[in-house]
Nanobody, 122 residues
Framework: QVQLVESGGGLVQAGGSLRLSCAAS????????MGWYRQAPGKQRDLVAT???????NYVDSVKGRFTISRDNAQNTVFLQMNSLKPEDTAVYYC????????????????WGQGTQVTVSS
């Protein structure tokens, strides 16, 4: 199994910042993508940001210009820097690692972290 451990969540006021970390039990360069998702109560889990092993990034429109995803390959760690936080950013944030489920299948699955709570007050 692969373990992903998130940290850095907490309670902040609107306009504040947090940096989330995701430490993986093996090289993150082994995965197709690393990503951050979030899930608010009663809502589905939505993609927030992704980063490839080559460093290409993608963001959901609602966080563009405020959030930055990055990685430190030497520490097997992915980060999510969150600035100018808004109450609507409140959610449990999950780290994910995308991988091929079989040598020849071409199917992509995800490993998941346990999640870390981010709460933004007004």
């Amino acid at each position: 199994q692969v373990q992903l451990v998130e940290s850095g969540g907490g309670l902040v006021q609107a306009g504040g910042s947090l940096r989330l970390s995701c430490a993986a039990s093996r090289s993150i360069s082994s995965f197709i993508f690393m990503g951050w998702y979030r899930q608010a109560p009663g809502k589905q889990r939505d993609l927030v940001a992704t980063i490839t092993s080559a460093g290409s990034t993608n963001y959901v429109d609602s966080v563009k210009g405020r959030f930055t995803i990055s990685r430190d390959n030497a520490q097997n760690t992915v980060f999510l820097q969150m600035n100018s936080l808004k109450p609507e950013d409140t959610a449990v944030y999950y780290c994910s690692a995308a991988y091929f489920s079989g040598t020849f299948s071409g199917r992509v699955n995800n490993y998941w972290g346990q999640g870390t709570q981010v709460t933004v007050s007004s």
